[in-house]
């Protein structure tokens, strides 16, 4: 009920094509799911956020989309660059809750 | 945005001491801050939920003797590795939430770097 599955686990992309990493949850309960970057040696900073009374957040070049009914939701970096070389967690937890379920992470490689 | 400093940023002690570790939440009050461990190519584990005025709460296989948390405050929660061993270096990130903000955002720090020896 705790868990979220992200795939895939490494991603190559060419500079300026799109990159999409997926999750999917189990636990009907959460109802706030973030995205974060992490660089090598660095803390992971949030990058988007969505609630599941929208269908797709929109912040630059980063969208996630949300299916409520798969449970399952994706970032997608357009334009994708060799400076968003990165390490990408999805988690989701219930508002005002506490714990944040991680994702395994996706290790994005954007060739220049 | 919201800060979350951490401090330091790399830590060396020898096997057997202790070692602190600060987590300060900068320009907002974090009633809740939380402590992960990280491996090298590795997700985050959530190690320990820390509220402020009272006693964390550990995960299951998390020796709460071994890693002793403090939350005297509003902005401040120290991660304290008793007794540290080689098995023990790790990164240590902690993470807050802004207890005045509408959603639920949550904010890292930088993270520690732990080398035993």
Known sequence: QQQVKQSPQSLIVQKGGISIINCAYENTAFDYFPWYQQFPGKGPALLIAIRPDVSEKKEGRFTISFNKSAKQFSLHIMDSQPGDSATYFCAANMEYGNKLVFGAGTILRVKS | ?117
């Open chain 2, 1 to 117: 945005g919201a800060v979350v400093s951490q401090h330091p940023s790399r830590v060396i002690c020898k096997s057997g001491t202790s070692v602190k570790i600060e987590c300060r939440s900068l320009d907002f009050q974090a009633t809740t801050m939380f402590w992960y461990r990280q491996f090298p190519k590795q997700s985050l584990m959530l190690m320990a939920t820390s509220n402020e005025g009272s006693k964390a709460t550990y995960e299951q296989g998390v020796e709460k003797d071994k890693f002793l948390i403090n939350h005297a405050s509003l902005t401040l929660s120290t991660l304290t590795v008793t007794s540290a061993h080689p098995e023990d270096s790790s990164f240590y990130i902690c993470s807050a939430r802004d207890r005045l903000s509408s959603g639920n955002t949550i904010y890292f720090g930088e993270g520690s770097w732990l080398t035993v020896v």
